[in-house]
């Protein structure tokens, strides 16, 4: 994942997650699902690349929306 968002800063910023254990991989998938949610915010913010966000694979995208939002419950 983190190699199709190499643009996004938003995603720079979270990865060094990916070495804290589990948890840590468990936040960051969170950070990313919740780009995918909630992309308009993100671009706004210039924190997210439009690119970045347009290429990511369609099937992976929507499980991590159905992730998000199944999370708000």
């Given at each position: 994942?983190?190699e199709h968002l190499k643009n996004c800063s938003i ?28 992309p308009e915010y993100y671009l706004k913010r210039g ?27």
């Amino acid at each position: 994942m983190l190699e199709h968002l190499k643009n996004c800063s938003i995603v720079r910023t979270h990865s060094p997650l990916k070495y804290g254990g589990p948890w840590g991989k468990l936040i960051l998938v969170g950070w990313i699902a919740g780009l995918f949610t909630f992309p308009e915010y993100y671009l706004k913010r210039g924190e997210a690349s439009e690119e970045d966000l347009n290429n990511f694979p369609k099937h992976l995208r929507n499980k991590l929306v159905m992730l998000k939002r199944a999370s708000f419950f």
